[in-house]
């Protein structure tokens, strides 16, 4: 069961079964725990190539025992994602913890990921179970409607999930609006029925002022 301790640290109390997380991430447990070092990012022979063409890897560890786990990393605050039988798409550096049930692979985003310096490839959780999500400041959760598509700096993007469809535009971004921008500037435009996770900071990106 995954729980939060305030909003930067994440307890999930094991009773004989596993969490997967990130390297270096325990800061604390109690009872009786054996770890396990894993690679993220997908799973299997394709998984391995993926990662080496696209360098969408994570290095995560596998905790199995009797008794309670405690993650945090840098101080982020932490988002419990629940999933029935759903996908996850999720940048590989806020990805926190996740059921050891859950499937993890990676997935083709398009040229967002290429113009913004995040990979061309996305990491995916799918199944049922609950995934644990960081951000760096208080994440805000924005929902996309047929009607309504939402624009989003590729810097502030954390996740999605839901029936979206995600595209790459050029030539403007927020500060760019302001006159605080310079260079070539991108946005992420997301289309359908879902849920999108943004952060109220901007991770450092490359191939333009985003």
Known sequence: MFRLQGSKTLAVDLAGDSVKAKNGS?????????????????EGLRGMV????TGEQMTVMEVSGQGTCYFADRAGEINLV??????????????????????TGTTFTG????????????????????AAIMS?????LLRV???????VDPGAYIAHQGRLQQ????????????????????????????????????????????
């Open 145 to 151: 409607s047929p009607q309504y598509p939402l624009m």
């Open 111 to 130: 040229v967002r990921g290429g113009a913004s310096g995040n990979g061309l490839f996305t990491t995916t959780v799918e199944g049922t179970g609950q």
């Open 82 to 103: 629940s999933l029935q039988g759903d996908k996850l798409y999720v940048e590989a550096s806020n990805l926190l913890a996740t059921d050891a049930g859950l499937r």
């Open 50 to 53: 993926t990662r080496r063409l």
């Open 26 to 42: 325990m800061v604390a447990y109690d009872g009786r725990m054996t770890f396990k070092k894993m690679t993220g990012g997908g």
């Open 136 to 140: 760096d400041g208080a994440a805000v």
């Open 167 to 210: 595209s790459f535009q050029s030539g403007v971004n927020f500060r760019t609006l302001m006159g605080e921008g310079s260079g070539e500037a991108f946005q992420i435009r997301f289309e359908g029925d879902g849920l999108v996770y943004v952060q109220p900071s901007e991770r450092n990106t490359v191939g333009g002022d985003v």
